[in-house]
């Protein structure tokens, strides 16, 4: 599946369960969906970081690797960061497939000075 046809699915899934959500009246509105989906994906990555946290603390302290059960969590928190990354993209009409590749080709030239250096 291609991330146009993701966004497209998740416009669909968000109008059938939270239509209210997107019945955007004014700029004033579109300002607290905005903060809000803000708000969530920060929240999101949040736990993300958190799990790492103590992922990190207990392999510098203890030695122990990531369980299996952490590392669920992050396939989890990572994919729930997504999906709001995902929902701002379509709140703010942005097709996140054209823009990535455009930022590719920006970031190519950006960082052509590092390529195959391997200090």
Do not use: H
């Amino acid at each position: 599946m291609e991330l146009l046809e993701i966004q497209k699915e998740q416009k669909n899934f968000d109008k059938e369960y939270f239509g209210k959500f997107w019945d955007i009246k004014n700029d004033g509105e579109f300002i607290d969906r905005l903060l809000y989906l803000v708000v969530a994906l920060t929240g999101e990555l949040g736990e993300f970081a958190n799990i790492v946290k103590k992922i990190s603390r207990d392999f510098n302290n203890l030695g122990e690797k990531p369980s299996t059960e952490k590392l669920e969590k992050l396939k989890e928190e990572i994919t729930d960061c997504f999906i709001y990354v995902i929902i701002i993209a379509n709140l703010l009409d942005v097709n996140l497939e054209d823009e990535f590749l455009r930022k590719k080709d920006f970031n190519k030239k950006r960082f052509e000075k590092y390529k195959n250096n391997s200090v």
